[in-house]
């Protein structure tokens, strides 16, 4: 079976213990008694997934991003894993979740863990795990993950409204992300999670021929009209957030200072003097965006932890 390749890896020692953000403790070896090899199980799912689907590295890292940012109390839970009913309607079928895709894997990592350790990983750390490991594997910066979140009980579509979007302007995200604990540098690391991010032409076509965005490349502009015209058919039609897509660097900066975001709300950051500087050095430092992305990551992962959710059997459903 081929291998992937998780070189050139960096790694940040990084907090290990209490996050203010947090209302439980969490901790990077809170499993090394109760299910040493979690880590190790959870990992080598993510690889066999990553082979036979190249996008399940992008596609984790966004339930990631998608999980811990529904209402700034309710965090990092696995809500969005949980499986709608006929009495509700959960987050992964609220309108921005619909493209979440590769649940599949989590639940497979879950079932092993279960064969291995009964009742003891949250479907949240797998989460977050997960997330960890996709960036690595695509050749991004690893940090410790700290563990020891349960899951919620509670998932309702209509609380998706709470993601960001690709349409805000750079004053809604920095007042979303504040709202989470998170500054305007966060902001701007986190999003450079999307290089390893796809499009459908839904998410930016509006720039491109219901309003004049100056703001975007003229060539860019027209390369994407071409792909995403006025009465476009193909729902797949789309666009790679940056020119390398299946590696985790920074060209999404780099397209950004050159006028070529994708979304409305990335290409904002630049015309912002509270975020263009750090754009820039993002552009112009890999190593830097590397350390503040994990730093950024591992705040993200402890917004909202709660000590009154569960250790679900399958994540789909509450026990």
């Not at 020891?148 to 998706?160: I, P, W």
Request: with cysteine.
């Amino acid at each position: 079976m081929a291998k992937i390749s998780i070189s050139p890896i960096i790694t940040l020692v990084l907090i290990l213990n209490v996050v203010s953000y947090s209302e439980a403790a969490l901790g990077a070896h809170y499993y090394d008694q109760t299910c040493p090899q979690a880590e190790s199980i959870i990992y080598q799912t993510i690889c066999n997934a990553s082979i036979y689907d190249p996008k399940v590295p992008a596609r984790l890292l966004r339930m990631f991003f998608h999980d811990c940012f529904i209402r700034e109390k309710q965090g990092c839970d696995a809500s969005l894993l949980l499986d709608s009913t006929p009495e509700n309607k959960a987050e992964k079928d609220g309108p921005p979740n619909i493209s979440v895709r590769s649940f599949y894997v989590i639940e497979n990592a879950k079932a092993k863990l279960e064969k291995a350790c009964p009742r003891t990983v949250s479907c949240a750390d797998i989460i977050a795990i997960a997330a960890r490991d996709v960036v690595a594997l695509s050749q991004g910066p690893w940090w410790h993950v700290l563990k020891g979140r349960t899951d919620g009980r509670v998932s309702k579509a209509n609380e998706t409204i709470d993601l960001p979007s690709p349409f805000s302007n750079t004053t809604t995200l920095i007042q979303s992300f504040a709202k989470r604990g998170l500054t305007v540098k966060d902001l701007v690391a986190l999003s450079g999670g999307h290089t390893l991010g796809f499009s459908h032409c839904s998410s930016f076509s509006a720039r491109l021929h219901n309003i004049s965005d100056p703001s975007i490349n003229s060539k860019f502009a027209i390369n994407l009209k071409k792909k995403c015209p006025i009465h476009n058919k193909d729902r797949n039609a789309g666009e790679f957030l940056d020119s390398t897509s299946a590696r985790f660097d920074n060209d999404y900066y780099k397209r950004i200072t050159m006028g070529k975001g994708v979304f409305g709300s990335d290409q904002a950051m630049y015309g912002d003097t509270r975020t263009k500087p750090i754009v820039d050095s993002f552009a112009k430092d890999e190593k830097l965006f590397f350390s503040e992305f994990a730093a950024s990551m591992v705040k993200l992962g402890n917004v909202g932890v709660k000590e009154d959710g569960e250790i679900r059997v399958k994540c789909s459903i509450v026990n």
